[in-house]
């Protein structure tokens, strides 16, 4: 056995002066392709070290407990198994560090903790005859190392979770909640929920999906896959995740974390449904707000809304009234009050509607819109005493028997938008006492009606939507894309679209403004074959021409196995390291901290590609950032190297890419570098920064920055 210990302490001797040797010249190390899967052990065996170091401190504070013999080969042998855990764990992490994108600080502090561990670890091993006479300073000692263990996890911790995660459970945090009628209803009511359910995984420390709320602005920038939410559309994103079953892998939050309450999801629909407007004050919302109604309620604040003093409705009525065309639900989680909604026009029943008597009391929220509903079918409605939200919109009715309403104490909104209702039928209804807003928008109700009826009735807003004036010349939305990714994988092409029918879609592929006058129309999708920079807008007779919008796509045939940096770039922009530049996901053109970009100044770009088989590639392409004022420019020059080994590569190409002559917009741009058609494992591109700023520049002489994202292959 003491040949065992003799053997790993040798082991403990090189491996800890590997890993300070690594860690003071770690600009220089080179990590092979093949050691790099290694570090992905790191998270695995880090459990090791922590374990058997508790199992030690146990056996040393319970040391009268033990044989002496058994118990001075027990602590040896833990020892030797705590420092070798140790070494290897750090060693690992050093490994996994090479991959970017972390926190830089944190990162080095949490190598420096680690690196500590093994070398205490191996210390206490060295010097055990000595101290195994002292008990009280191997205790000590021994608890020392625990709590290096303890800062060493926590920066670990910080790096995968946000700072303070260890911590921040023994601290005492004390949130007051500023809930009041001349609060923002976001900060209120919809940022706490965002906080305590979403943050934890879409920080600035952790970005999951690309996508930072740690403010409103990386709010409404977006993710991966696009804006969080549409004001109005209770399709959003956000709401899709969060109704997915929580089984599957897109719901958020993710399964194993505290999901949202039923009373938070509906909140969110609500809001969202209702303009998800982040600064509208509470005050501001209509009294029958459904939004302003469950924000009260999830935060515990006491609101102004209705207090009902009906029963509620039993289970076995609501499943009798509920049909596949007609959802009755409660208003909130808990509350008495119904709404109904009914669907599909030619599934109309009548019926249904007559069989809300059931719940006449309950109903307080009823939508017939886009339904068959007939004047005669107000008569039905006014049976409803606690109604207080009507939605006629593009019904049938002509206004006739909106009289009968008056038996609707409560009513205060009704939406007639799209109905054959008029003025003097629309008075019928004005002189309700609790009616609050009416809807009449594309109706036969001119500019001279809705004034006079508003001075008559000031109490009522009476809501005509936009009227278009006949003279006046509309300018044009731009085209949309309908492609939800910029790197195109196979056959996929570029589509645009547009809302409007006969417009003319010009567009330009070499770079130049498209006009009027582009002969160029787009007709169907196009298909590219490798980076493609596309400008379009649109013309229609009779209206203003759109603006221009500017897409660049890529083009990946190819995906790479391994990527491997072997030159450093800038601290402040490591981006997610080598990995970023074959993940397939680009960077944003507006932020170039953004944890894809990559940013070099004053030394090259050199990086290693390898494919786990020989692969046929004709076309390598560089994607990169522009953006003049922040001094990123086109690289001054790109250099391709290939073959079978890192050790036979030839040259393959250099290109020297053609310099803006004057400030342009910021962009993603992309260089294609064609070479020689054959099958490669092995790939380096060596990209030179541009070493001064050009004459014309404000900042002439000054060294330009290069920021890449991806290295694509075709």
């Not at 199992?55 to 009268?64: A, D, E, G, M, P």
């Not at 300073?137 to 625990?146: D, E, K, P, R």
């Not at 995984?201 to 999906?209: E, P, S």
């Not at 399709?235 to 974390?257: F, I």
Request: overall charge positive; glycine content about 6%; proline content about 5%.
């Amino acid at each position: 056995m003491n040949r065992f210990f003799k053997v790993c302490s040798y082991l403990l001797l090189v491996g800890n002066i590997l890993l300070l040797f690594l860690l003071l010249f770690e600009e220089r190390v080179r990590i092979p392709v093949w050691i790099s899967p290694f570090g992905r052990l790191h998270p695995a065996l880090l459990h090791l070290p922590i374990g058997f170091s508790v199992i030690l401190v146990i056996f040393l504070f319970f040391k009268k407990e033990f044989e002496p013999k058994s118990y001075t080969f027990f602590v040896k042998l833990l020892l030797i198994i705590t420092a070798l855990t140790s070494c290897l764990t750090a060693l690992m992490g050093f490994f996994l560090s090479k991959e970017g994108g972390y926190d830089a600080r944190l990162l080095q502090w949490h190598k420096w903790t680690g690196v500590g561990v093994s070398i205490f670890t191996y210390a206490l091993t060295w010097f055990y005859e000595e101290l195994s006479q002292k008990a009280r300073t191997m205790q000590l000692l021994s608890a020392g190392g625990l709590i290096l263990f303890i800062l060493a996890g926590h920066f670990g911790a910080a790096i995968t979770h946000g700072e303070n995660y260890v911590f921040e459970a023994l601290e005492t945090k004390e949130k007051v909640a500023s809930f009041s009628q001349d609060s923002s209803l976001y900060q209120a009511a919809i940022m706490p929920i965002l906080e305590k359910k979403c943050m934890s995984c879409h920080n600035d420390q952790k970005v999951k999906g690309e996508l930072n709320m740690s403010s409103i602005a990386k709010i409404l920038k977006g993710g991966k896959h696009g804006a969080l939410w549409k004001a109005g559309d209770t399709t959003s994103l956000l709401l899709q995740r969060v109704y997915l079953p929580e089984e599957k892998k897109e719901h958020m939050p993710p399964k194993g974390k505290e999901q949202l309450t039923i009373e938070e999801i509906a909140l969110l629909t609500a809001w969202i449904k209702e303009g998800a407007d982040m600064k509208k004050a509470v005050k501001n919302y209509v009294p029958l707000s459904k939004a302003k109604a469950l924000a009260f309620k999830v935060s515990g604040s006491q609101g102004t809304e209705r207090v009902y003093e009906f029963p509620e409705a039993s289970e076995s009525v609501l499943a009798e009234v509920n049909t596949p065309f007609c959802v009755v639900n409660p208003l909130a989680n808990g509350s008495p009050a119904l709404e109904a909604e009914f669907f599909v026009s030619k599934k109309f029943d009548r019926k249904s509607l007559e069989n809300l008597a059931k719940v006449k009391d309950q109903l307080v929220e009823l939508s017939l819109a886009k339904m068959p509903v007939q004047d005669a079918d107000i008569a039905l409605i006014a049976k409803f005493p606690n109604l207080e939200k009507l939605n006629l919109n593009q019904t049938d009715i002509t206004g006739a028997t909106l009289d009968q309403l008056a038996q609707c104490k409560h009513l205060s909104s009704v939406a007639l938008s799209g109905t054959k209702i008029n003025k003097e039928k629309l008075q019928k209804l004005m002189a309700h006492p609790a009616l609050s807003e009416v809807f009449v928008w594309n109706t036969a109700l001119d500019s001279i009606a809705i004034q006079e009826l508003s001075k008559k009735y000031p109490k009522v807003v009476i809501d005509a939507g936009y009227k278009s004036n006949p003279n006046e010349i509309l300018k044009l939305n731009p085209p949309i894309l309908v492609n939800e990714e910029f790197i195109l994988k196979k056959n996929a092409p570029i589509e645009l679209k547009h809302t409007l029918k006969n417009v003319q879609i010009h567009y330009t592929l070499d770079g130049k403004d498209p006009d009027s006058t582009t002969q160029t129309i787009y007709t169907k999708p196009l298909t590219v074959d490798n980076y493609t920079r596309i400008k379009a807008m649109v013309t229609k007779d009779g209206w203003r021409a759109s603006g221009k919008v500017d897409y660049t796509f890529f083009k990946s045939g190819f995906v790479a196995d391994t990527a491997i940096l072997l030159s450093e770039p800038k601290p402040q922009y490591r981006g997610k390291g080598a990995k970023s530049l074959i993940d397939l996901k680009k960077g944003p053109n507006d932020n170039h901290g953004d944890a894809a970009w990559l940013g070099y100044q004053e030394k090259d770009f050199v990086s290693l590609i390898a494919f786990k088989k020989p692969t046929p590639i004709t076309t390598v392409t560089i994607a990169y950032l522009q953006r003049i004022g922040s001094h990123i420019m086109p690289p001054a020059s790109v250099e391709v190297w290939g073959g079978n080994t890192e050790a036979d590569l030839k040259k393959l190409q250099r290109v020297i890419p053609v310099q803006p002559a004057k400030m342009e917009d910021k962009a993603n741009l992309g260089i294609n570098i064609p070479i020689k058609a054959d099958s490669y494992k092995v790939l380096k591109v060596i990209v030179k920064p541009l070493p001064k700023l050009p004459k014309w520049h404000s900042d002439k002489g000054k060294p330009g920055w290069f920021f890449v994202d991806e290295i694509l292959f075709n």
